[in-house]
Nanobody
Framework: QVQLVESGGGLVQAGGSLRLSCAAS????????MGWFRQAPGKEREFVAA??????SVADSVKDRFAISRDNAKNTVYLQMNRLEPEDTAVYFC???????????????WGQGTQVTVSS
């Protein structure tokens, strides 16, 4: 089992920045691919970014503004979000799985989510 706890969400003005963190506990963190997804009201869960040993992937819609990183020594994955837009408003979820994937069902463990609200 892997437990994931997100933090760092909040209310920010358009153009601002936030850094989300996801702390993992349980099995060996470095073995897992870690992903970030988001879900806005009335919309499907959307891939944002993922990272695994040897590579990472960021959704085209945010790749010029968002970056993913991880610190295996701290069992933590981060999502740096810059130049935030109102359209980025969503609940952001952290997930752990076996491979680098943009598909939510490929992840085995999920956090409870953290709300990000971007005001215009």
């Amino acid at each position: 089992q892997v437990q994931l706890v997100e933090s760092g969400g909040g209310l920010v003005q358009a153009g601002g920045s936030l850094r989300l963190s996801c702390a993992a506990s349980g099995r060996t963190f470095s073995n897992y691919a870690m992903g970030w997804f988001r879900q806005a009201p009335g919309k499907e869960r959307e891939f944002v970014a993922a990272i695994r040993w040897g590579g990472s992937s960021v959704a085209d819609s945010v790749k010029d503004r968002f970056a993913i990183s991880r610190d295996n020594a701290k069992n933590t994955v981060y999502l740096q979000m810059n130049r935030l837009e109102p359209e980025d408003t969503a609940v952001y979820f952290c997930a752990a799985g076996g491979g680098l994937s943009a598909i939510a069902m490929n992840y085995d463990y999920w956090g409870q989510g953290t709300q990000v609200t971007v005001s215009s």
